[in-house]
């Protein structure tokens, strides 16, 4: 009888030896399934932002200073005051938004740890958050991860204009978030005043949060501008505002982002995110700083001209390579028509894009609902010039 007891408690307790209701459905990200697949054959990755364009002196000259002087230990649970203040003053210099740093300013594990905490602190499971499409797919998975529901907005095909109309109907009663992606990844879409306005507008009507992923802020082109949502008649209080320094300054593996909000929103943002990570690197904040202390407007300006530069290369190899591209207003990312090349699915032809020509990009389809994207590759022109230019060689051999 004993014996029987412990066998019927062994197997009681392997019922339990399974995986969370979230794990199931979850995939590598095409983005990162890419990636590898062209590590492992030597080839060039315009599939991930990852940036690796120089970063700026001071920048890696504050960071080495900091560990040499020993800053390597935890900071603040919002981060150091010195990047605090800094990122304060930046707020305040680009776009005329007064953020306190002693509780309006957190230092975050990069953007994505930014949005986590802030879900976390701000939604409910069951609530729901607007998202516009294409999106990116972290966004997405950051909202299931916390059992918010992700509802989308297609934005117009081609131009990715604003359907106001769309983004009002998409609203229920268990909204409480729109994000919004400006300049956005994947399209580059730059949101126009006249669109930032309506979104802010239907922010403030239905009395909803607005996150914002302003991460590519200072990569518009053409004379186009970015603009803050956050410096809207109204919408201070309830936005959100995530970016960081991983593309500004070409550190995507240091992980430094932050959040400004008001205290009232920022102080149990701070609590998640300490729960998380403790805190962003420390070294590297100061890094950080110093690179907002010391660099001035030319720097930024020459962001965008020099991704210009980049974003004219890669939209003429595309076009030569019966690619055509949807030229991007902001961010550094392109979307290009890929019907042309073999394959039933969006994945299946980035796929033989790299077999033919060693160059990986991203299935559209990663960054739409099911059944779409599937003629769409996102190419990312983020790369030093040599690997740049031989990737767009390799690319007009098609």
Known sequence: MKKAATSGNAAAVESRLRLSEL????????????????????GINLAQGICDTPTPGPVE??????IHAGENIYTR????????????????????????????????????????AAVMALLNPGDEAILFEPFYGYHVATLKSLRVKPVF??????????????????ITPKTRAILLNTPANPSGKVFSLAETRAVAEICQEFDLFLFTDEIYEY???DGQRHIAPATLPGMRERTI??????????????????????????GAMSYFHDLTYVCAPSALQHGAAAGLEQLGPEFYSGIAAEHQSKRERIVAALRDAGLTPSVPAGAYYVLADASSLPGATAAEKARALLKATGVAAVAGSAFFQKGRGENLLRFCFAKKDAELDEACKRLRRL
């Open 23 to 42: 794990a199931p459905g979850t995939v590598q990200s095409e983005i990162r399934a890419m990636s590898l697949a062209c590590g492992a054959i030597g």
């Open 61 to 66: 000259l504050g960071a080495i200073e900091a």
């Open 77 to 116: 649970l919002d981060g150091i005051a010195r990047l605090r203040n800094a990122i304060a003053a930046k707020q305040r210099r680009d776009y005329g938004l007064d953020y306190d740093p002693e509780g309006e300013v957190l230092v975050s594990a990069g953007a994505t740890g930014g949005l986590h």
């Open 153 to 170: 907005v297609p934005l117009g095909e081609g131009d990715f204009a604003l359907d106001v109309e769309a983004l009002r109907a998409a």
């Open 219 to 221: 990569f518009v082109y």
């Open 241 to 266: 505002v995530i970016s960081g320094f991983s593309k500004t300054f070409s550190v995507t593996g240091w992980r430094l982002g932050f959040v400004t909000a008001p205290a009232k929103w920022l």
